[in-house]
């Protein structure tokens, strides 16, 4: 049988992080084990212990500027990207896409708030939601934060806090365009029967309503598609709609001024998947924009795209340490690690996949054998690899999962009263942390035991 080649010797792509599994500055040293960012793993780990978020601060920014680069290539001057902070939010990361010039998209006060504190302009912040609270919609207007307006009962919402607190509203309208792609059902949000944005069959209707609101002014469109989509026709599409419904909303007056495309680039987890790159992403997006807007002899809207995934993932890995392993004859080997789910949802909740190597031995190099990596939660189902192939390990030893660097630690939960990992910035050599490692006294801070209860010392 021919050799599977480790994915530790793909050719790494320098300009499009999302086309790599692991992150760019990744390395294998004199002594045969694993690097990033110029740090050795297995010294993080003495010094920050496991489980362990680490970022590559190099992968990153190349990300970023990957976005930068190709919008001023294919829409010049006239683009804005945003990041997605669902996919990984932290005060860290609200800096680090504010300092490559990158808006942030935000779902809740938390992550606004994480996104101001952290040094995103208002005025670049983007709000989205379904069922946004008043609390939040009041933190949004008066943080001068543009609203993307969902549904009609966001609508009306908006449009009595508004009016109750005197200050206008640049709103963004959500709609679905009614387009398939392949992706994971639970994170497709393009097709008619989606729980997010107006139906495209309503929008006459919301126009007209628009037209008689005081203090909200209609300026943009917005859709999203899904997430973890590989095919580039959808995007083209999304375009081609997007300006048809800029005509619609012209024949009622509006004036809109800023499409937003959502987000959605896949990445590459496993040697199977082959993503584009973000280049060819954001030209599809912008060329069928531009192709649509000159056959409607309309003037060039600014353009928003909002990625997550792609900005972040591949970035990201986690370190595991080995515990207890238990051979069933004849079937499988389970080993079990000191994390699982509730550090990565994602298997259990998507059936997702991953890549992983050992930090002592990350090209396999004595014998191979199939592991399943089990989670250490009280789940059956808490397995985040089946017949992962690994060279001989034993407990005390590390494990590497790459690409976990969007939708895990902005996911994790604290089941079990597991605490949260730790996470570390890489860089150059340097680590620094970007979270503190919870313990399980901070998850007591929020119990509260009533008075008629007797308090055990
Ligand atoms: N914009 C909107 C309105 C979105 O809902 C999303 C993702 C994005 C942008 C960013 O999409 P991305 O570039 O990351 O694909 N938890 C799932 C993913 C859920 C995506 C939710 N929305 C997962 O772990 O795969």
Redesign the pocket.
């Known amino acids: 049988m021919k050799e599977k080649i480790s994915f530790l010797k793909n050719k790494i792509d320098l300009t499009s992080p999302n086309k790599n599994i692991v992150p760019i500055t990744t390395n294998i040293d004199s002594a045969e084990k694993l690097n990033i960012g110029g740090c050795s793993i297995e010294d993080l780990v003495k010094k920050y212990d496991s489980p362990l978020y680490i970022l590559d601060e190099i992968t990153l920014r190349n990300s970023c500027k990957a976005y930068k680069k190709a919008l001023e290539k294919y829409y010049p001057g006239l683009s804005l990207p945003i990041y997605?902070s669902?996919?990984n939010s932290s005060l860290f990361m609200s800096n680090l896409v504010a300092s490559e010039g990158f808006g942030l998209?935000a779902?809740s006060e938390g992550e606004l708030l994480t996104a101001l504190k952290g040094g995103v302009p208002n005025e670049k912040i983007v709000f989205?939601g379904n069922n946004k609270s008043d609390k939040e919609i009041a933190f949004a207007i008066k943080n001068k934060i543009k609203v993307?307006v969902d549904n009609d009962y966001d609508l009306r919402r908006l449009e009595e806090i508004s009016d109750s607190l005197g200050n206008d509203l640049e709103i963004m309208i959500?709609f679905t365009p009614g387009i398939e792609c392949h992706t994971?059902e639970?994170?497709k949000?393009g097709s008619f029967d989606s729980k997010?944005g107006f139906g495209i069959e309503s929008l006459n209707k919301l126009f007209q309503l628009l037209n008689k609101t005081r203090h909200l002014k209609l300026i943009g469109l917005?859709a999203?598609i899904?997430?973890?989509?590989f095919e580039l026709d959808p995007h083209k599409d999304l375009g081609e709609i997007m300006v048809n419904v800029i005509l619609q909303a012209r024949d009622f007056g509006h004036n809109i001024k800023e499409l937003n495309v959502?987000?959605?680039?896949?990445i590459k987890y496993t040697q199977e998947d082959d993503p584009p790159s973000i280049d060819e992403w954001i030209k599809t997006v912008s060329l069928s924009i531009v192709k649509a807007c000159k056959k409607n002899k309309l003037s060039l809207p600014l353009l928003m795209c909002?990625?997550?995934?792609?900005?972040v993932s591949t970035a990201g890995v986690t370190i595991y340490k080995i515990g207890a392993f238990k051979e069933i004859p004849g079937i499988r080997t389970y080993l079990s690690v000191d994390g699982g789910m509730s550090d990565n949802p994602?298997p259990i909740?998507?059936q997702?996949n991953y890549s992983a190597c050992l930090v002592n031995n990350p090209l396999n190099n004595n014998s191979k054998k199939k592991y399943t990596i089990a989670g250490k939660h009280c789940e059956s189902g808490d397995v985040l690899f089946k017949d992962l192939e690994l060279g001989n390990c034993k407990t005390g030893d590390l494990i590497c999962v790459f690409g976990t660097g969007?939708?895990n630690n902005s996911?994790s939960s604290n089941y079990n009263r597991i605490p949260k990992p730790a996470a570390i910035l890489v860089f150059d050599g340097e680590a620094e942390i970007i979270q503190r490692r919870e313990s399980p006294h901070d998850l007591l801070k929020y119990d509260v035991l009533p008075d008629r209860f007797i308090k055990q010392s």
């Open positions: 997605a669902k996919a998209d779902v989205h993307i959500r994971h639970y994170i949000t997010f917005h999203h899904g997430s973890q989509i959502g987000g959605g680039l896949g909002e990625p997550g995934r792609s900005i994602r909740t998507y997702s969007a939708y996911m």
